[in-house]
């Protein structure tokens, strides 16, 4: 019965063939949600095709400019949820950050916020980064860094550390982070490297156990090198030896 209603319910997914995005719509397809799924405009969605045996009758693909108010209305009408991922990433500093990263950043997640409330969503789940978290000098010394720690934006800023600034940017357009209409819950940065290699990082207590409670489901180490291993293989990257035909 309550597969029955999924199949009649549908969420939009912005970014949805972003690395966070993909696996979000798998899950989703995995549920029996169908899924208005928005694209970059020329970008490939083609691999989200093969999530499910049903994905090709489950997701609709929207290329949307998220700077596009009206195209961002046009996906996320007639859906009960929205799951915002779509968000401007580089790994080379910008030439123009006010056009490149907060714009698309800002406006962006703006909307998506009107354009839920319009459609009357019950709500939209907005995805984080570390990135709003730190950097933050003025954060205590020896102590971990959780979901209480801004980015200093101004630090960010004079620095020149656009990422993490228009990642504030952004989420200060969220009134308030826990209600239903948004979600604020930032992951507890994990740490795994021993104190000689990595002097620097304060251990987080009970790291694992926040996760959980937050409905963080963990993957054994040894399915997910085995299931890294045969995705590769399967798409050509590692050839199988002949003990594993």
Known sequence: MANQIREEEVVC?????????????????QK?????????????????FTLHPEAKSRITIFPVNILDSNAVSSAIKNCSGVFHVA??????????????????????TLNVLEASKRA???????TSSISAMVPNPNWPEKTAIDETSWTDVEYCKLRGKWYPSFNWDAFQHVEKPNVSCS????LVRLTGFPDETQPGLTPC???????????LVFTPIQDAIREAAESLMAKGFLQRTPSQN
């Open 13 to 29: 997914v912005t970014g949805a063939n972003g690395f966070i995005g993909t696996w979000i719509v798998k899950t989703l397809l």
């Open 32 to 48: 029996h949600y169908k899924i208005h799924a928005t694209i970059f405009p020329n970008s490939d969605p083609s691999h989200l």
């Open 87 to 108: 968000s401007p990433c580089t790994l080379e500093d910008p030439t123009d950050p006010q056009k490149e990263l907060l714009e698309p950043a800002v406006q962006g």
């Open 120 to 126: 009357g969503v019950k709500r939209v789940v907005l």
């Open 183 to 186: 979600c604020g819950d930032n």
């Open 205 to 215: 207590k009970d790291a694992a156990r926040r996760l959980i409670d937050l409905g």
